[in-house]
């Protein structure tokens, strides 16, 4: 099963509300997020054996990426909402 399939409904429901390209981007932001909840719960079990106050070394490089990833994509998402308000700015004149 594809993540279409797997987030049918959740997919539906924030592409009605932001449109496609907003909406499937806010859907990535969700399971970026699940995942990185995920990820640092596993990082408490998984200390590193220098910093026990942190995750092991391979964890911090994966919650690393996934916070990069997750950055990138709130940008894109306030990109697109600018560019969205501006078109609609424009229309006004």
Not at 3 to 16: S, T
Not at 18 to 38: K, N, P, Q, Y
């Amino acid at each position: 099963m594809d993540i279409f399939d797997e987030k049918r409904a959740e997919l539906e429901k924030h592409e009605f509300m932001m449109g496609v390209e907003r909406g499937r981007l806010a859907v990535a932001l969700d399971l970026l997020t699940d995942s990185l909840i995920m990820v640092g719960q596993h990082g408490v079990y998984c200390a590193s054996s220098r910093n026990p106050s942190k995750p092991a070394l391979d964890l911090q490089a994966v919650l690393s990426g996934m916070e990069g990833a997750k950055a990138l994509i709130q940008s894109v998402m306030e990109e697109l909402r600018k560019d969205r308000e501006q078109g609609l700015g424009n229309r006004d004149q």
